[in-house]
């Protein structure tokens, strides 16, 4: 495999004037190739469009068409003084009992994160149900904002039973909840999850630096542990346009 570059001249780039192919999609599918194997690392610049079309003996409309089509995707950004960028490739997350900032990790994704709630609770009636206790128990409540390369990701809040694990704010701004409740000496074993799509409020489109509208991504997660009881109840959002999960159907 190739080695990650922020040099897109490095890039082996061609097109096929034969093929009836747009030339400019098969400039997008070859860019964005490049960013989602890594090839094309996050920050790259592209660099001056006139000199890209020169090299591939293309148009600067059909370049510049090709880079506005990964532009749409959120692959690329273009800054004013800077250029066209590349941000990175769309988070795909497998759908399995493990965590966001696990996922990001082994991806490359230097994931941070930015703790918005930290606080005690009454619990309501869905809380109260997930995590099998008594409506108005006072339960954890963690409100987080996650970055993968330095851009916001996800809205996550999670609730948790009393006294179950230390839940310090720059802890939990340090490395993933998973791996808090891991470290307190609890087996995740197993968790019942739910995934849909909305769109986004004023305020989530506000933290998560999309506009009012934006699809997004939902996951309500309960997590259970190995005794059977429930550990943690998750409701996330994401950005569609950044992320997605991953199925694998298996036939019976």
Known sequence: MSKPTTDPAALELGVDRTSPIPLYFQLAQQLEAAVEEGRLAPGSLLGNEIELAARLGLSRPTVRQAIQSLVDKGLMVRRRGVGTQVVHSTVRRPLELSSLYDDL??????????????????????????????????????????????????????????????????????????????????????????????????????????????????????TFDDTGRAVEFGSHIYRASRYSFDFQLLVR
């Open 105 to 222: 990790e082994a991806a490359g994704g230097h994931p941070t994160t930015r703790v918005l709630r930290n606080t005690v609770e009454p619990a309501g009636p869905e809380v109260a149900e997930a995590l099998a206790v008594a409506e108005g128990t006072g339960v954890h409540l963690v409100e987080r904002l996650r970055y993968a390369h330095g851009e916001p990701l996800a809205l996550l809040r999670n609730h948790l039973p009393p006294g179950i694990v230390d839940l310090d704010t720059e802890r939990l701004e340090a490395t993933g909840l998973y791996r808090l409740l891991r470290g307190a000496g609890i087996t995740l074993h197993s968790a019942r999850q739910t995934v849909g799509a909305r769109l986004a409020t004023a305020d989530e489109a506000a933290g998560l630096a999309e506009t009012e509208g934006a699809a997004l991504l939902t996951m309500e997660r309960t």
